[in-house]
């Protein structure tokens, strides 16, 4: 599965972003897609995901009300927006595809990883 990330910058304390996942060769809609980061000397933390069973999303606490996950079936994307972004959020973030249909939003429930896009929040 063949699938880029893109969408990532700096950007000031309360500012937004959108991060897209773009696959090809395949449809992404037939897989959960989870959006993941990792910070300096931390483990991949699972930051959103959505089900391609019933597209039910996943969010963790700390970013809860702040950012969206969704598909866009007929470009075969699926994004992260978001918003009111804080310096805590700054990480290297990335897609990840995974086979199983029912995988919950954990690291090594995914199969198949991105190279990862850069967010830094800084003033």
């Known amino acids: 599965l063949q699938f880029a990330e893109s969408g990532g910058g700096s950007v000031q304390p309360g500012g937004s972003l959108r991060l897209s996942c773009a696959g090809s060769?395949?449809?992404?809609?037939?897989?959960?897609v989870g959006w993941f980061r990792q910070a300096p000397g931390k483990e991949h933390e699972g930051v959103s995901c959505?089900?391609?069973?019933?597209?039910?999303?996943y969010y963790a606490d700390s970013v809860k009300g702040r950012f969206t996950i969704s598909r866009n079936n007929a470009k075969n994307i699926v994004y992260l927006q978001m918003n009111s972004l804080k310096p805590e959020d700054t990480a290297v973030y990335f897609c990840a595809v995974a086979e199983h249909p029912a995988a919950e939003c954990f690291p090594n429930e995914y199969d198949y990883w991105g190279q990862g896009t850069q967010v830094t929040v800084s003033s």
């Open positions: 060769g395949f449809r992404m809609d037939y897989y959960p």
């Open positions: 959505v089900s391609s069973l019933d597209n039910s999303t």
